[in-house]
């Protein structure tokens, strides 16, 4: 069972970045799955969160309004729309899948499985 994170890289202040995590070796159709990030010596921090159905969503102050999280369950796949990004918004970013809470959680202690980590750099 896998998580692969992608699509990070290198963007300037107010430019955009499309996440992806793709799952393999089981279905997450019934999970609810998360973002997390962590930036240098930060301690890992909720990004956004999404239900199974992926008709409820859940996201962190700091990102509400710039980021959309959402998924596809016939692809396995999540996504995280990342628009007017700011400096404050490089770090490592994480997605995570839940095989025991389908409705997504703010916790990372919820989550079970985890992707590898996508790097998120925002040039001032």
């Known amino acids: 069972v896998q998580l692969q994170a992608s699509g990070g890289g290198l963007v300037q202040t107010g430019g955009s970045l499309r996440l992806s995590c793709a799952a393999s070796?089981?279905?997450?159709?019934?999970?609810?799955m998360g973002w997390f990030r962590q930036a240098p010596g930060k301690e890992r921090e909720f990004v956004s969160a999404?239900?199974?159905?992926?008709?409820?969503?859940y996201y962190s102050d700091s990102v509400k309004g710039r980021f959309t999280i959402s998924r596809d369950n016939a692809k396995n796949t999540m996504y995280l729309q990342m628009n007017s990004l700011k400096p404050e918004d490089t770090a490592v970013y994480y997605c995570?899948?839940?095989?025991?809470?389908?409705?997504?959680?703010?916790?990372?202690?919820?989550?079970?499985?985890w992707g590898q980590g996508t790097q998120v750099t925002v040039s001032a």
């Open positions: 995570a899948a839940s095989t025991i809470g389908p409705y997504g959680s703010t916790w990372y202690t919820s989550y079970d499985y």
């Open positions: 070796g089981r279905s997450f159709a019934s999970s609810g």
């Open positions: 999404i239900s199974f159905s992926g008709e409820n969503t």
